[in-house]
């Protein structure tokens, strides 16, 4: 299940609905906008998400069934909210589902790495009176990707 | 034929909008569009010149200059994802 | 924040009792009780998770310090049930919050790890029919199929 | 002196209880109670021999047989511990 929305979610109804009592184990990775200081040391307000929508969604089903396929999980959820975020919010949600544990952990994470450096979406810090500064993609990022190499097919 | 540009992130800030529809007389290469392009607004030069600047052409990413474009086509121009 | 308890939890609660705008990334492991074979083939109806409380929490509050202290985390919480669970119920959560997402998802993936070999639980499979069966710990050889009645309350 | 015994897993199972006040006229180590508990049932033989059993002396892991054990010690016998 993909879904890239305005509106925040509930962790215990993505859980539920995706629930089974095939899976021993779920991992989940929630990202939230964290109360953090601009490049010039502003402390941020917000956060907008702009998107690509339609080529968004292409990349993430990508991402959803590589991890369904290579850690044969029994599900995989992704939320990803797009607009303007106040500071708290919760941004994306992944969820992997699996028998055991080690599965839908490794799963989960390469999920989230995966969407951090191949989905279409950009982020902006709102920094009050209507001024914005774009949020530049880390090199770590990037760097984390390359330990998947060797794993995904 | 007409050809969609969208633009996302710091490149619809500088442009200052987030499309184009552009009408050619005849079937280009993405290289003959850059150059179109640039000739209009040199803010595209800059933008062509970013390495980290990536292109989807709908919604399959191309890294040939000499990829033809058809009629339709719809070219988004994207800087470094930053989601999650 | 440490719990064992004989209660159901609901996800986006212990979410809100935990979140901060400190944290840019939560990572959570759930662990629900899967349908399963047991030793003898026969279907499980559910589990039963004996506990020796007051080591347990001890344990826990190790583990949880060592995941604070070793990932520099803003936040972890885990919640542990016992006595008689149904297919499909929640047995085990830990969230970890930090600033980023690695050390969240790291810590989080430690805590589970050492709960399964170092906290006083133990599992046994309902069969039906007062029929019990104790789970073994991975690894570990031979098996101690047991019958019993009064174990449980 | 009293000292309290706490059984879990198969070894509550097997010994059928969860507990066990034992009176001694005297200080005894580890070992000397795990000699008496064998004489008293030959289930303790096998509980001992077992080499994954852990024993916790108010809550605290023991590993020295020659460990002294005093008046409202609480003496836990854990088999490998399998929850989360």
Redesign the interface.
Same mark, same amino acid.
């Given at each position: 299940m993909i879904k890239i929305t305005y509106e925040s979610f509930d962790l215990e109804k993505e859980f539920i609905s995706i629930s089974s009592v095939s899976n021993g184990a779920y991992s989940f990775f929630l990202g939230a906008v964290r109360s953090d200081l601009s490049s010039s040391n502003k402390k941020i307000k917000g956060i907008y998400l702009e998107c690509y929508e339609e080529l968004a969604l292409a990349q993430l089903k990508k991402i959803r069934r590589r991890a369904l396929n290579n850690w044969k999980l029994n599900e995989c959820l992704i939320i990803h909210r797009i607009g303007k975020l106040d500071l708290g919010e919760k941004i994306v949600l992944v969820i992997t589902a699996s028998s055991h544990r080690t599965k839908a952990i490794e799963a989960c994470e390469f999920v989230i790495d995966s969407l951090k450096i191949d989905v279409a979406f950009w982020k902006f810090h709102l920094l009050g009176n209507d001024e914005k500064e774009i949020v530049l993609q880390k090199n770590s990022d990037g760097k984390k990707m390359l330990k998947w190499k060797d794993i995904i097919n | 034929m007409n050809i969609k540009l969208?633009y !996302?992130?710091?490149i619809?800030?500088k442009l200052k909008k987030s499309h184009d529809l552009i009408e050619f007389d005849q079937t280009i290469s993405f290289k003959e569009l850059k150059i179109n392009l640039i000739s209009k607004d040199p803010v595209f030069q800059e933008i062509f010149e970013d390495k980290?600047v990536k292109y !989807?052409l709908n919604?399959t990413e191309i890294y040939d200059e000499n990829q033809k474009l058809n009629n339709g086509d719809i070219l988004?121009l994207?800087?470094?994802?930053? /989601? /999650?």
């Amino acid at each position: 299940m993909i879904k890239i929305t305005y509106e925040s979610f509930d962790l215990e109804k993505e859980f539920i609905s995706i629930s089974s009592v095939s899976n021993g184990a779920y991992s989940f990775f929630l990202g939230a906008v964290r109360s953090d200081l601009s490049s010039s040391n502003k402390k941020i307000k917000g956060i907008y998400l702009e998107c690509y929508e339609e080529l968004a969604l292409a990349q993430l089903k990508k991402i959803r069934r590589r991890a369904l396929n290579n850690w044969k999980l029994n599900e995989c959820l992704i939320i990803h909210r797009i607009g303007k975020l106040d500071l708290g919010e919760k941004i994306v949600l992944v969820i992997t589902a699996s028998s055991h544990r080690t599965k839908a952990i490794e799963a989960c994470e390469f999920v989230i790495d995966s969407l951090k450096i191949d989905v279409a979406f950009w982020k902006f810090h709102l920094l009050g009176n209507d001024e914005k500064e774009i949020v530049l993609q880390k090199n770590s990022d990037g760097k984390k990707m390359l330990k998947w190499k060797d794993i995904i097919n | 034929m007409n050809i969609k540009l969208k633009y !996302f992130s710091w490149i619809r800030v500088k442009l200052k909008k987030s499309h184009d529809l552009i009408e050619f007389d005849q079937t280009i290469s993405f290289k003959e569009l850059k150059i179109n392009l640039i000739s209009k607004d040199p803010v595209f030069q800059e933008i062509f010149e970013d390495k980290s600047v990536k292109y !989807f052409l709908n919604l399959t990413e191309i890294y040939d200059e000499n990829q033809k474009l058809n009629n339709g086509d719809i070219l988004a121009l994207l800087p470094p994802v930053t /989601g /999650g």
